[in-house]
């Protein structure tokens, strides 16, 4: 059984917050140490944001998305995301009372230009997140279930399909005093289709800013010893919000800059 040395790549790193993806381990870990909730502010009240973002690919492709979040009130959020200039989804967010989703719909655009409805209801519980996704006729036809440690790091992932109770399992280890994880990946007959080792990095963070934010950090699920190091670098408003953030690729011998992403934030008088 083989390490794996893991960095997100810089083409699915866009989706790893898209809500109506099933949930992965690596994508539940990126959300507890780096969510992508570009919509949310430190301080004051917005009334809507546009977020653009280009991501640097191999070759000096770009990949450039156009995100624009409307509040129609503090438990609701109208978003239009775009790809390259092309309008991709059309979502409503609706969250609890601690900024948790809990609904989610979404008029997504797939490969072949058709649309599809997704919906998702949320629940949460002590150490679980329970996502529901709803049909077309209204009927729950896919049940994700995650279940965290004391850390809220996944440990036990079930895909479920609704009705005939088909269940895919995935569970993970954690060995934090040596840094590393086992991910075992169960298929709905209960065989074991993969077994994998990977890096977990608890002391990821090398530096904050005065405001709190993440400047220098490894990532979570590197191999410290590569010495793969990430630079974020920042420009704020008047409300101490970042409008500003540009991501550096440092590996020692090159720094290269892979993301930029600007945040036009219009507040509530």
């Known amino acids: 059984m083989k390490i794996i040395f893991f960095i997100i790549s810089l083409t699915t790193v866009s989706f790893l917050q898209a809500q109506e993806q099933e949930p992965t381990v690596y994508s539940e870990i990126f959300d507890n140490y780096s969510p992508r909730n570009y919509y949310r502010v430190k301080n004051g009240q917005p009334n809507n944001l546009t977020i653009n973002d280009t991501i640097i690919l191999n070759k000096s492709e770009t990949w450039i998305e156009k995100n624009i979040y409307t509040f129609e009130s503090p438990n609701k959020i109208l978003v239009k995301k775009f790809r ?21 719909e979404g008029n997504i655009k797939y490969s072949k230009g058709e649309w599809y409805i997704t919906r998702l209801n949320f629940t949460y519980e002590s150490n679980k997140k329970i996502i529901e996704k709803i049909n077309r006729f209204g009927k729950i036809h896919m049940r994700y279930e995650v279940e965290y440690d004391s850390l809220k790091n996944p440990i036990i992932l079930r895909d479920i399909i609704v009705g005939p109770d088909y269940t895919k399992l995935e569970s993970v280890k954690y060995d934090y005093k040596h840094g590393i994880f086992t991910h075992m990946d169960f298929n709905y007959d209960g065989n074991l289709s993969k077994e ?52 550096i690729l440092n590996t020692g011998n090159t720094k290269k800059v892979y993301s930029k992403t600007y945040r036009k934030i219009n507040y509530n008088n």
Do not use: C, H, P
């Not at 200039?85 to 601690?98: C, G, M, Q, V």
């Not at 990821?204 to 993440?214: H, L, M, P």
């Open 84 to 104: 390259n200039d092309s309008l991709a989804k059309d979502e409503i967010y609706k969250l609890d009372s601690i900024g948790r989703l809990i609904n989610y």
């Open 196 to 247: 994998e080792e990977g890096y977990i990095n608890l002391d990821y963070v090398i530096d904050r800013n005065k405001f709190g934010d993440i400047t220098r950090m490894y990532w979570m699920t590197s191999n410290k010893q590569d010495n793969i190091i990430y630079d974020i670098e920042y420009v704020y408003d008047q409300f101490n919000n970042w409008i500003k953030m540009v991501k």
